[in-house]
Structure formats: structure tokens, C-alpha cells
């Protein structure tokens, strides 16, 4: 090991410059590309998005009776996204779970005592891979499902038909937003089973739960962050969804309530 | 410099830090010693903006650490428990740190051959050993060439050789003018390498003065005399603060008397003396005596958990 050099620029040239948001976001970019786990969560959603929509596309395009209506084929090709959601909500956990239960956030939160920060140049980067990407494996999955189609000697439909864009769009979108909660929950709880459980028992278990209340109460299921935000490409679990857009806006609104939380507790709370 | 006023810390009904003030000044090497349980790392993470504090201020470098603008260029710290994923490999882990204060992968480099983890720099920390983590923490801590370095016990871990870069490496930031704070359990290593002590007991101020200061302050030096008539001699040895003892026949351990004098009255008794020094209390000493009331509670403590 090298013992002999103990090299150091006198104090007056520091190399350490002021905190920007520039910065961090490299910083935090470098971080996310640097783990394994990142580039694994992202392979395993695009994997089963396309996966499940093809394989989805195919049994409906055999079947002869099943609804060839566009925004039918379009939210077929969609299903896989719900299972997509699992891989991405962990990657959001782990993004900042990963950092309490390493360690690494006294590290973090040392160099940038400010910490706020911190949470949103991690959000940053988040949303800087996972929207488009989850946009491309969408457009991916539609364009196949309509190839599939189309071998079956359907009617294929495109983009433009009426409703398609908003359940092809919509669908990156509501994966993008619930990993914002996913991003929150974690930087409320700091522990990987306790977000992850969390995330499954709201956006999985609560609306399966829910669906099976009696009437009246199943009504406010469409409340649900989960239903709520698959208003908008139609996967909503719930017999009177929501508008679309209104839906979407609902599960913005609990995504910012919970980062006021997470923001409260990160910036109040000993790390 | 590290201004440390009226500091307490509480966890629930737990008080860590109990209105502990200090400054920590430039251009040397202050140790931080105290028994487990102190209240060290506490203040360590206090100073570094992790813990809030429940009452009193922390100022490094003459600010408020939480609202510093470079924060890397203020401060760097070790802390005792590991900072990085160990996912990450050791350079990936120092060019996230860096890149928050605009540091490349040139100075990352260097400071990677600084700790002299070249080998091992593209392995994820994972794997790494306790002394290679104590490095990559070392290393971390200086990134940003901070003008006030904390360090939480750096040689936990090391080899000797490591040991000795170690206290090279403080010697040498000190010379630098820079501030440095390092805690160690190893007394014999903190009177090689730091020149100001700060000694805590059940998160209170036991002592803050220079290394010689305190052991001086804390315990009286001793006289050893080896002498055929031991007993007769012991007999002369008589005054208010004069202690004898002894574990074998013909030696005494004597204090409250100093060497001349000893001499003397043996010399006008006729007793023949074949040894005489002086014993100088060692650091450790000190702070046994120091801190022994403070560790006594912390063993009562504990025996009243027990139960």
C-alpha cells in the first residue's frame, strides 16, 4: 500500500466549489448508473411490459369475438405496465432506501448538509430516465401488439385513433408518478420492506381490498391513488373510474403530498 | 476552527451531550478521547450536521455548517459507522461524493493513491475489509481539501503500518493549518499524534487543555526505590501527602515526595539505595483517572439495565 505520499494543496486552494443544482444531478446521476440494481429493475419492467402486452395482443388477436374497438387493442397492450410498476417502484425505493440502509446517506447528507437538495436532484434523474423510457417501451409494446394483429388478419388501428394516445402515453405516465410516491414513501420510512410493502399494500392490495366493500364504499375507491392514476389508460380497477386527466391530477396531488412529507421529514428528522 | 457552545444533545430522556462546550483551533491536532457512550460521535455528528442539536450551537470555520455554501471545502469527516452502498466501487463512490462540489476524476485519483486503494478501486465496497473501508472513509473526508477535518476513530482497523500513515497524515493537515478533531481508543497513539486534548465523561467536559497539561494536572508523577532496607526506608517516609506502596520486598513506589528528597532521608539514615527514578504518568493513566468516575456510572448503569 502506498504510505509515503500524504499530499495536500495548502488551504487556500480548495477544490471543492459552492453546491449546484448542475451538480447534483451529475452527482446523483453517477450514482444511479453506477448500481447494478438500477439497470436490472429498468430490464425487468420493460421486459414484462412488452412481454405481457404481446403475449396479451396474441391470445386476443386468435380469439375472433374479442373487441377490436382501438382503445380496446390499446389497453390490452397496456396490462403489463401493472406488473411493470413493481420493478419500477422498487428502483424509486431503492434509489433512496438504498441509501439508509447502506449507510451512504450520512455521506450524501454530509456533503450537502442543505439535504433538500438531495431529494430533488434524485427526483430529477428518476424522472429523466424512467419517463422516457417507460414512454419508448410503451410505444415498443403498441407497435408490436399491432404487428400481432394484424398477422391475425384483425383490423389494426394506429396512435391517431380516437383515445389510443392517452392509454399509450398515459401508461408511462401513471408508472412514472407512482414511482414519485414510491421516491416519498422511502425518504418517509428510510427502509427497503417497509417502502416496498407499503407501495404493494397501496397500489396492489388497497384497490383489491377496497373492490370488494359493499357498494357504497367501493364507490370512493376511485379515490385510490392506484385507480385514480389508471384513470387515465384505462386500467382502473374500479367500476366508475374517474375522468382520465382528473384521475391523473388526483394521483399527482397525493405524488407532491407526499414529497411535502418526505421533504418535512428529510430536511427535520437526524439522519 | 470548530466552536462547540453549550452543546446538549437528548434522546428521549437519554441525555448524550450535556452542555458541552470547546473550540477546536487550526494548525493542530486535538484528540477527542472519552470513554463509550461519551457522547464523542454524537458531538462528531453534530458537528457535521447529521444530529440537531436540542440546545446550544456548533460553528465551523465561523459558520453554521447546515448553511454553508462549499460545503466540501468547510468540512470533511469520518464518521465510526460506514457512508457508501456498497454496490458502488470505491471510485464511483468518491466521483458521486465529488461531483456535488464540482470535483473531477483527477482529484479522485489522487486521492485514491493517497489512501493507497489503486488495487481495489474499481471492486465494489461491499467486499472490502475494515481497514480498506477506514481508507475509502479517509479518503472521502479529504476529497474536498476541507479547511476543518473530523475524523471518528481512524485507525479502527488499520494495520500498524496504516497506524503510522495515519498520524503522518494529521501531523501533516495540521502543519497545513488546517483543524482537525480525531477521537482514538488508543492512548498511546493520541500522545504520539495530537498536542490538544478534549476529554468527555457522560457527554460533560472532563478536560480541555494540551496533552502535557492534562496528564500532569491528572496524575502526580511517581518515585520507584529499590533499596536492601526498603522497610526501614518506608518507615522515614512519612508526611500528609505521602503515599507508599509496594509489590515486592525491597521496592517502593512512592508519591507525594519527589526524588531528591527521597535520596536525601535515605542518604541521613545511612540506607544503602541501589535504584531511584522518577515515573512519569502516561496518557493512558491520565485518562483512566480522568474518566474513571464517569466509566464507574456507565458500569452502575448498565448492572441497573441488566436487572
Given at each position: 500500500m502506498t504510505t509515503a505520499s500524504v499530499a495536500i494543496a495548502p488551504v487556500v486552494s480548495s477544490g471543492a466549489g459552492p453546491v449546484t443544482a448542475r451538480r447534483l444531478i451529475h452527482s446523483e446521476w453517477t450514482k444511479f448508473r453506477t448500481l447494478r440494481s438500477s439497470w436490472w429493475t429498468i430490464a425487468t419492467s420493460t421486459v414484462l411490459t412488452v412481454g405481457i402486452g404481446v403475449a396479451i395482443a396474441a391470445a386476443s388477436a386468435a380469439e375472433k369475438t374479442s373487441s377490436a374497438m382501438p382503445v380496446d387493442v390499446a389497453t390490452r397492450g397496456e396490462i403489463g405496465s401493472i406488473f411493470a410498476q413493481l420493478a419500477l417502484g422498487t428502483l424509486a425505493v431503492l434509489l433512496v432506501s438504498g441509501e439508509y440502509g447502506t449507510g451512504m446517506i450520512r455521506s450524501s447528507m454530509t456533503v450537502v448538509p442543505k439535504r433538500l437538495p438531495v431529494l430533488w436532484a434524485k427526483l430529477t434523474v428518476y424522472l429523466a430516465v424512467v419517463f422516457p423510457v417507460t414512454l419508448a417501451t410503451s410505444l415498443a409494446t403498441f407497435a408490436l401488439g399491432q404487428v400481432v394483429w394484424r398477422a391475425h388478419g384483425r383490423p389494426p388501428t394506429s396512435l391517431g385513433a380516437d383515445g389510443v394516445a392517452q392509454i399509450v402515453i398515459g401508461a408511462p405516465l401513471y408508472l412514472t408518478v407512482a414511482g414519485v410516491c414510491a421516491i416519498a414513501i422511502a425518504t418517509l420510512l428510510r427502509s427497503t420492506a417497509g417502502a416496498i410493502s407499503a407501495m404493494v399494500g397501496v397500489f396492489f392490495v388497497l384497490p383489491t381490498v377496497w373492490g370488494a366493500m359493499p357498494a357504497s364504499i367501493a364507490e370512493a375507491g376511485r379515490f385510490l391513488p392506484s385507480n385514480a392514476g389508471a384513470a387515465l389508460p384505462r386500467l382502473a380497477t374500479t367500476a366508475h373510474p374517474l375522468p382520465p386527466w382528473i384521475g391523473f391530477a388526483v394521483l399527482c396531488g397525493y405524488a407532491i403530498a407526499l414529497l411535502g412529507l418526505a421533504a418535512w421529514r428529510l430536511r427535520r428528522a437526524d439522519v | 476552527m470548530i466552536e462547540i457552545e453549550n452543546l446538549t444533545k437528548r434522546y428521549g430522556a437519554k441525555v448524550a451531550v450535556d452542555d458541552l462546550s470547546f473550540v477546536v483551533r487550526p494548525g493542530t491536532v486535538t484528540g477527542f478521547l472519552g470513554p463509550n457512550g461519551a457522547g464523542k460521535s454524537t458531538t462528531m455528528r453534530m458537528i457535521a450536521g447529521l444530529d440537531e442539536p436540542t440546545s446550544g450551537t456548533v460553528r465551523v470555520n465561523g459558520k453554521h455548517y447546515r448553511s454553508s455554501r462549499a460545503p466540501m471545502a468547510e468540512l470533511g469527516v469520518l464518521l465510526e459507522a460506514k457512508a457508501f452502498h456498497t454496490g458502488r466501487s470505491a471510485r464511483n463512490h468518491l466521483l458521486a461524493i465529488g461531483q456535488t462540489a464540482g470535483i473531477g476524476s483527477r482529484r479522485v485519483d489522487e486521492v485514491i493513491e493517497m489512501v493507497g486503494l489503486c488495487d481495489v478501486a474499481g471492486k465494489r465496497v461491499g467486499g472490502f475489509s475494515l481497514g480498506m473501508g477506514q481508507r475509502l472513509g479517509i479518503a472521502s473526508a479529504l476529497l474536498g481539501r476541507p479547511q476543518t477535518v473530523v475524523l471518528d476513530e481512524?485507525?479502527?482497523?488499520?494495520d500498524p503500518d496504516g497506524v503510522r500513515w495515519i498520524r503522518l497524515l494529521l501531523r501533516q493537515l495540521a502543519d497545513e493549518g488546517r483543524t482537525v478533531l480525531v477521537s482514538s481508543h488508543l492512548m498511546s497513539e493520541m500522545a504520539q499524534t495530537a498536542t490538544r486534548l478534549v476529554v468527555v465523561g457522560r457527554g460533560r467536559l472532563i478536560a480541555d487543555s494540551t496533552v502535557e497539561q492534562f496528564v500532569a494536572r491528572t496524575t502526580a508523577s511517581s518515585v520507584v526505590v529499590r533499596s536492601p532496607e526498603a522497610a526501614r526506608l518506608r518507615g522515614l517516609l512519612q508526611g500528609p501527602d505521602v503515599v507508599v506502596s509496594t509489590d515486592r520486598s525491597d521496592v517502593l513506589h512512592i508519591t507525594g515526595l519527589d526524588a531528591e528528597q527521597i535520596g536525601t532521608i535515605a542518604w541521613q539514615a545511612n540506607l544503602p539505595i541501589l535504584e531511584l527514578s522518577v515515573v512519569q504518568p502516561s496518557l493512558e493513566e491520565a485518562y483512566m483517572q480522568a474518566t474513571r468516575t464517569s466509566v464507574e456510572y456507565a458500569d452502575a448503569a448498565s448492572l441497573e439495565a441488566v436487572r
Open positions: - | 481512524p485507525v479502527n482497523g488499520l
